[in-house]
């Protein structure tokens, strides 16, 4: 899955993709680099980002959905919010990723279960502005999957059809770094839950922290953090995951293609 932020304050890389025409052409070269489908989204979900009104994440989004599936691409709209789902599917997109999983708007699942679209369900304990004092857990990765579990007790009380629903545990979500990184280590747990597994760990701030400047301290810049993703992606994929989310997908396609031929000696 590659990754198109069509945002001003994006973590990753500041805006260089906010204008729809430069949101487009990066689209078209994650493809070419090997994309299997493009998660577009309007809205920045890095620890204390300010919400957009819904009128300006639909602005940002919608034109960059419609040129790009008009491409033949598969599009993934990365949001939130139903009303903004709803119009995406209708602009073009396939699939819904919702960080929130229908926690934050609660129209969100009744449009998933009428729609009968695929939708990609996050760990999620509240938005980007605070989550993170919510990082507080005696087991992660149990309580991470048993908070998941009840997700899929909601969608299945909404009449949301479960094996169109995909599961991410949310790394960097009210998650600290030695969260993210016991998830991880005991990703083939989540499989308990019977449902694929979206990984989105591209060049999130704990591998930053983990390649930091041994000299100052300070954390690897997001763009050069490409290569630790594309390990994490490889492992995530020989741990069983379905999908990985990335912002440079070369890197993560190749390494999951050595994951898997590894599997396969």
């Not at 906010?18 to 990066?26: L, M, Q, R, Y």
């Not at 994650?30 to 493009?38: N, S």
Request: with cysteine; glycine share 10%.
């Amino acid at each position: 899955m590659g990754v198109v932020n069509v945002t001003p304050d994006s973590f990753s890389d500041g805006g260089e993709w906010f204008e729809p025409a430069a949101a487009i052409k990066h689209g078209r070269e994650l493809l070419a680099e090997g994309a299997d489908l493009l998660d577009v989204g309007g809205e920045s979900t890095r620890p204390g980002a300010e919400r957009p009104a819904p009128e300006e994440e639909l602005r940002r989004v919608l034109p960059v959905i419609e040129a790009l599936a008009a491409d033949g691409a598969l599009i993934s709209v990365d949001t939130m919010r139903a009303g903004v789902a709803e119009l995406a599917l209708e602009a073009g997109a396939v699939m819904i990723n919702d960080v929130s999983g229908g926690q934050a708007d609660p129209d969100m699942l009744a449009l998933v279960a009428e729609r009968r679209t695929p939708y990609v369900c996050t760990h999620w304990r509240g938005h980007s502005i605070d989550m993170q004092n919510k990082a507080e857990y005696d087991d992660v990765v149990a309580e991470v999957i048993a908070e998941l579990g009840q997700r899929l007790e909601a969608m299945r009380a909404a009449g949301v059809e479960l094996d169109r629903v995909a599961l991410d545990p949310g790394l960097g979500f009210a998650k600290n770094a030695d969260h993210n990184w016991e998830i991880l280590r005991r990703l083939r747990e989540f499989a308990v839950l019977g449902r694929p597994l979206l990984i989105g760990a591209s060049r999130k701030a704990f591998l930053g922290r983990l390649l930091a400047d041994e000299r100052t301290g300070e954390p690897r810049p997001a763009v050069r953090r490409d290569d630790a993703s594309a390990a994490v992606s490889a492992l995530a994929a020989a741990a069983g995951a379905w999908c990985v989310r990335a912002h440079a997908v070369a890197p993560s396609a190749d390494a999951v293609r050595v994951a898997k031929r590894w599997g396969t000696v």
